[in-house]
């Protein structure tokens, strides 16, 4: 079994910066896409950002330019780190962790941004 767990949500008013981080421990084998996910209230969980296992970093249009996912595959921990921050990136982001073709995923922090 593999356990995800997140820190370093809070709260925070527009423009500022948060950093998560999220690791995933157990019985790690080999991980690969390591990520974020953001569900707000009344919306679906949907993508925020992705890492894969050699380094290669995706992200929802909404965020590109002001996040920056990062790995270390030492440690299978990655960080976001969210600047400039808007009211309407507050949700509770969730962690994910791949490891032969199962997502493990963390229980959520919670970012409030506030205006």
């Known amino acids: 079994q593999v356990q995800v767990v997140e820190s370093g949500g809070g709260l925070v008013q527009a423009g500022g910066s948060l950093r998560l981080s999220c690791a995933a421990s157990?019985?790690?084998?080999?991980?690969?896409?390591m990520g974020w996910n953001r569900q707000a209230p009344g919306n679906e969980r949907g993508l925020v950002a992705g890492?894969?296992?050699?380094?290669?970093?995706y992200y929802t249009d909404s965020v590109k330019g002001r996040f920056t996912i990062s790995r270390d595959n030492a440690k299978n921990t990655v960080y976001l780190q969210m600047n400039s921050l808007k009211p309407e990136d507050s949700g509770v982001y969730y962690c994910?962790?791949?490891?032969?073709?199962?997502?493990?995923w963390g229980q959520g922090t919670q970012v409030t941004v506030s205006s």
């Open positions: 890492i894969t296992s050699g380094g290669r970093t």
């Open positions: 994910y962790a791949y490891q032969r073709g199962q997502r493990y």
């Open positions: 157990g019985s790690i084998f080999s991980v690969n896409d």
